[in-house]
């Protein structure tokens, strides 16, 4: 059974940071493109940031602007997502999935909170 879990979301301050962690199972983690996508009240869900099954390429939104970072290892089927000055409209749910060829899974997600 495929499985995506997230985790570490949290209400955290303007400025402040935040590690979201995404935990794979009863798939090839290390054969699928990792994303994080958030969707935040009343809005689409948007694009974050992707890695490459290897980890050696990574894309992001264009808000990101420098302030976030993917990152995976495949020994422990988890992918992350490293967010620094972290703005009150990074605030929503954030969703990881997992993606080889037609395939997609996705994770329940995990509640961003940016607020003074």
């Known amino acids: 059974q495929v499985q995506l879990v997230e985790s570490g979301g949290m209400l955290v301050q303007p400025g402040g940071s935040l590690r979201l962690s995404c935990v794979g199972s009863?798939?090839?983690?290390?054969?699928?493109?990792m994303n994080w996508y958030r969707q935040a009240p009343g809005k689409e869900r948007e694009f974050v940031a992707r890695?490459?099954?290897?980890?050696?390429?990574?894309t992001y939104g264009d808000f990101v602007e420098g302030r976030f970072t993917i990152s995976r290892d495949n020994a422990k089927n988890t992918a992350w997502l490293q967010m620094n000055s972290l703005k009150p409209e990074d605030s929503g749910v954030y969703y990881c999935?997992?993606?080889?060829?037609?395939?997609?899974?996705w994770g329940q997600g995990t509640q961003v909170t940016v607020s003074p």
């Open positions: 999935s997992a993606e080889w060829r037609w395939q997609e899974h």
């Open positions: 009863g798939f090839t983690f290390s054969s699928y493109v």
């Open positions: 890695i490459t099954s290897s980890g050696g390429t990574t």
